[in-house]
């Protein structure tokens, strides 16, 4: 059974680029939910995605947006970085009828805006 | 303004003694909790949850204990072991178990031998 994966482990961008974060969902996951784990902070909820559909956001701009394959794989894109949006994000997949104790996070990317 | 507070920013216990992890609440719609341990490099793992329903729930070494007239949680790992080095988040929800979870600054744990 392989486990949630996410590429770059590190990413470094400037101010006003674009940048677009992936993730695996584990085996057998239907949904994937990402976060931003920003310096010193617990994990922010950004958004879920299900069966390629949003399914729940938090309180991001519209400048963060996702995607969801269908073979459950996800994108998280984010536009017109900030110097804030410097963070670890992290995504993970779960069974939607699973609930939240049986979602499993991957390792997440370093983000970097200089 | 945080809805889940994690007011220790580490905890240090001897190996073999209780480790005592706390988390406060403002929100009274939660009624999911969760504990995650976190090493570094790595993503969180879910460690033990409890439902509003509920006061007490235990797995093993672990203990969560839910205070709802104070929005109070707290998580018992003993004895505790060098392993559970770490840091520890506290999460809540207010869907559940399907709803989208809030997430404490969390607690670093250092177990020394």
């Known amino acids: 059974e392989t486990g949630v994966t996410q590429s770059p482990t590190h990413l470094i961008k400037t101010r006003g680029q674009q940048v677009t974060l992936r993730c695996s969902s584990q085996s057998g996951h239907n949904t994937v939910s990402w976060y931003q784990q920003a310096l010193g902070q617990g994990p922010q909820f950004i958004f879920q995605y299900y069966r390629e559909e949003e399914n729940g956001r938090g309180n991001f701009p519209p400048r963060f947006s996702g995607l969801q394959f269908p073979n459950y794989s996800s994108e998280l894109n984010v536009n017109a970085l900030e110097l804030d949006d410097s963070a670890l994000y992290l995504c993970a997949s779960s069974w939607m009828a699973g609930g939240a104790d049986t979602q499993y996070f991957g390792p997440g990317t370093r983000l970097t805006v200089l | 303004d945080q809805q889940v507070k994690q007011n220790s920013p580490s905890l240090s216990v001897q190996e073999g003694r209780i480790s005592i992890l706390n988390c406060d609440y403002t929100?009274?719609?939660?009624?999911?909790f969760l504990w995650y341990k976190k090493y570094p490099a790595e993503g969180p793992t879910f460690l033990i949850s409890?439902?509003?329903?509920?006061d007490k729930n235990e797995d093993g070494r672990f203990t969560v204990f839910l205070n709802k007239s104070a929005k109070h949680l707290s998580l018992h790992i003993v004895p505790s072991q060098p392993g559970d080095s770490a840091v520890y988040f506290c999460?809540?929800?207010?869907?559940?178990?399907?709803?989208?979870?809030?997430f404490g600054k969390g607690t670093k744990l250092s177990v020394k031998p």
């Open positions: 929100n009274s719609m939660f009624d999911y």
């Open positions: 409890i439902s509003s329903i509920k």
């Open positions: 999460a809540a929800s207010a869907g559940g178990s399907q709803g989208n979870l809030i």
